[in-house]
């Protein structure tokens, strides 16, 4: 596994990447998304195909489809497993403020990162947007381990609410804050994936 490689899964597992056990010494990963992020699942496999054995399938549950694909299993990859892997649950690393780049950071968005407009009020002459990562599955610990990293990596301040419509929490970026995080990860951010970059404009 390369340098490039690496940076991109520490992202991916903080987002939709699972990484699971072959055997005592080997780990693998897998991939997958839904069918309308098929040109991202395309774009990872190109990345990781020297590590995967077949290429992107689909595979269809009623009306969903996703497409997905898997790594070979690795002596390398249970390294990985080991970071974020305990007990048979996946978190975060102890050490992320290490594992975390820029490009991390970015597949980390394009997985599990969102923006929205601030709502139009009077006044209101430029129009701004803040930003959300969905942390949902992570405890309470692992989250404030992102937060740190955010931060010290990043400098980039966040908050942490609980949506009302479902249990966990998320952590967000305000709107000064999210334009920072936009010109940090958009260089890596794919063609598809940038309908999720918005960036302020003028009422």
């Known amino acids: 596994m390369n340098s490039l490689q690496q940076e991109i899964l520490i992202g991916k597992l903080l987002g939709d990447g699972s990484i699971s056990k072959v055997s005592e010494k080997t780990a693998r990963f897998n991939i997958g998304q839904s ?6 699942v395309n774009h990872l496999y190109d990345i990781f ?7 992107p399938r689909k595979q269809k549950s009623g009306e969903y489809t996703i497409v997905y694909f898997n790594s070979l299993s690795s002596f390398e990859l249970m390294d990985i497993y080991k970071l974020f892997v305990n007990d048979g649950i996946k978190g975060v690393p102890q050490n992320i403020e290490e594992l975390l780049t820029a490009r991390g950071l970015a597949y980390w968005f394009m997985d599990d990162g969102t923006s929205s407009y601030v709502s139009i009020v009077k006044r209101l002459k430029t ?3 803040f930003a959300m990562f969905c942390t949902d ?3 309470n610990k692992d989250i404030d381990l992102l937060r740190n990293a955010l931060f010290k990596n990043f400098e980039i301040k966040s908050s942490v609410a609980s949506p009302k419509s479902r249990k966990g929490k998320r952590i ?4 000064d804050e999210t334009q920072k995080l936009f010109d940090i990860i958009e260089p890596f951010i794919i063609d598809s994936m940038l309908y999720k970059i918005k960036r302020p404009y003028i009422l």
């Open 35 to 40: 069918i309308k992020q098929e040109d991202y």
């Open 49 to 55: 195909k020297d590590m995967c054995g077949t290429p």
């Open 127 to 129: 129009r701004n947007a």
């Open 137 to 139: 599955a992570f405890n």
């Open 172 to 175: 967000y970026i305000g709107t």
